[in-house]
Every structure is written in C-alpha cells, then in structure tokens.
C-alpha cells in the first residue's frame, strides 16, 4: 500500500485483517521471555492493539497509513520469527 495512491477506504479495509494476524501472532510462543528483541517487538504489537492508539474516523488519513505501516512491519517481523522457530518456508 502506497500513501500517494490508497484512499481512506483502503486503509480502513486492510485495518481488520493487519490487527487480526498481529493479534494472532502474540498469542504465539515466539520466545519473547528469552530474547529482547522479541519482547520488545511484543510489546509495539501490544501498543499498536490498545483501542487507544487505533485510528479513528477523525484520525487524518495520513495517521491512518502511518499506523498501518507500523502494525504491518511489526507484523511481518513476528511472522518471519514464527516461521524461523518453526523451520517453515519464508512467507
């Protein structure tokens, strides 16, 4: 996704699905109690979670891509994690 060509309406599509597999990728066991660099990424996904830090409709289009960007690489992150403590392939 692109700020320069995706309107609101995209950026509110594509919030559900991003939150619902971050959600889903802390509940994983990603060895965030033996390892900083997990457990700090936990808690930006934990952050990115809370009501409080969501975009809303009054949230500037701009702060909405931003969060997005910012759930989707913290996303991305526990995801390669999951697939290295798992021995699968790269997504």
Do not use: C
Not at 6 to 30: A, F, Q, W, Y
Not at 58 to 67: C, K, L, N, Q, R
Request: aromatic share 8%; hydrophobic share 35%; net charge negative.
């Amino acid at each position: 996704m692109q700020m320069a060509t995706s309107t609101r309406k995209d950026m509110d599509t594509s919030l559900p699905e991003i939150v619902g597999h971050l959600n889903l990728l802390l509940g994983e066991d990603l060895g965030a109690d033996e390892d900083d660099d997990v457990r700090e990424l936990f808690r930006k996904g934990y952050r990115l979670l809370d009501l409080q830090n969501r975009p809303t409709a009054e949230t500037p289009s701009f702060g909405a891509f931003i969060y997005l960007r910012d759930a989707a690489d913290v996303t991305r992150r526990l995801l390669w994690i999951y697939t290295q403590r798992h021995g699968l392939g790269a997504p």
